[in-house]
């Protein structure tokens, strides 16, 4: 069992940076990791993974350019570095760890432990 927990939303204008970490109570780096977002009204969306390895990423189409995820395996931590935010950004992000690390995927089912999620509010 492994628990995540996220940290470093908060509030910033359009055009602003942030990063969240999703540090992990247990060892992660045979997981593929990857963040997601849900906003108020909408479907959770996939935003980016990164392979167990840290060799391979892999973006939703609006994020990419703006968005880079990374890890840090002796760490346990997962990263999201947003920059160039939009309004549309607006969303609690949640980190997802998946024991498989051969299953590259987006659709959240396949992730085997979320965390309770960080918001992040863009102002236009």
């Known amino acids: 069992q492994v628990q995540l927990i996220e940290s470093g939303g908060g509030l910033v204008q359009a055009g602003g940076s942030l990063r969240l970490s999703c540090a992990a109570s247990g060892r992660i780096s045979d997981y593929t990791m990857a963040w997601f977002r849900q906003a108020p009204g909408k479907r959770g969306e996939f935003v980016a993974g990164i392979i167990w390895s840290g060799g391979a990423t892999y973006y939703e189409d609006s994020v990419k350019g703006r968005f880079i995820v990374s890890r840090d395996n002796p760490k346990n931590t997962l990263y999201l570095q947003m920059n160039r935010l939009k309004p549309e950004d607006t969303a609690v992000y949640y980190c997802?760890?998946?024991?498989?690390?051969?299953?590259?995927?987006?659709?959240?089912?396949?992730?085997?432990?979320w965390g309770q999620g960080t918001q992040v509010t863009v102002s236009s």
């Open positions: 997802g760890a998946d024991q498989d690390r051969s299953n590259n995927t987006v659709i959240p089912e396949q992730y085997d432990y």
